[in-house]
T-cell receptor, first 112, second 110 residues
């Protein structure tokens, strides 16, 4: 069964550095998402992406965040200048016409 | 504003006992409701969606619009049901985001 994959599984970075989190959605899906979960808190929506543009974003998704689909398979989340409070689990998800969102295993980002 | 509330962070029941995980929501329109499950060291996966009205792994959930609830139930818990359960809401007729509750960690004791 096809799955969403994410790399790396764990990323450690220093405050102020840029990070890129990578996702490979399920191949025939059209909608892509990023969510995050700070330790002990709920899963929060960051952004959705459809037809090569952002379709919705949350208040969390400010100017330091950006998303890109650089080729036909990858979907990336870039954080330009990481802060301590960006430490979280970041989940990528994708969905087709059926609306069910399939989640990746997550990338644990630790900002020191 | 859309909100999902799962009042129990932890729930522990014995094997064979009934299970009910509570979920309440607030949304001015007609949302679509889901239950996602995360087993140990695995990814979030869809368990149920209210529009399909089906039973998965013995679990059912009924949308009660009057009480704005979508509680998850199973008559006889099994040890393999131990997991983190998340209730989620998607506003209909809009973009695709999911709004999650805090999650309930369900532990089934032998």
């Amino acid at each position: 069964e096809p799955e969403v994959t994410q790399t790396p599984s764990h990323q450690v970075t220093q405050m102020g550095q840029e990070v890129i989190l990578r996702c490979v959605p399920i191949s025939n899906h059209l909608y892509f998402y990023w969510y995050r979960q700070i330790l002990g808190q709920k899963v929060e929506f960051l952004v959705s992406f459809y037809n090569n543009e952002i379709s919705e974003k949350s208040e969390i998704f400010d100017d330091q965040f950006s998303v890109e689909r650089p080729d036909g398979s990858n979907f990336t989340l870039k954080i330009r200048s990481t802060k301590l409070e960006d430490s979280a689990m970041y989940f990528c998800a994708s969905s087709g016409q059926g609306n069910e969102q399939y989640f990746g295993p997550g990338t644990r980002l630790t900002v020191t | 504003a859309q909100r999902v509330t799962q009042p129990e962070k932890l729930l522990s029941v014995f094997k064979g006992a009934p299970v009910e995980l509570k979920c309440n929501y607030s949304y001015s329109g007609s949302p679509e409701l889901f239950w996602y499950v995360q087993y140990s060291r695995q990814r979030l996966q869809l368990l149920l969606r209210h529009i399909s009205r089906e039973s998965i792994k013995g679990f059912t959930a009924d949308l009660n619009k009057g009480e704005t609830s979508f509680h998850l139930k199973k008559p006889f818990a099994q040890e393999e049901d131990s997991a983190m359960y998340y209730c989620a809401l998607k506003p209909l007729l809009r973009a695709q985001k999911l709004v999650f509750g805090q999650g309930t960690r369900l532990t089934i004791n032998p």
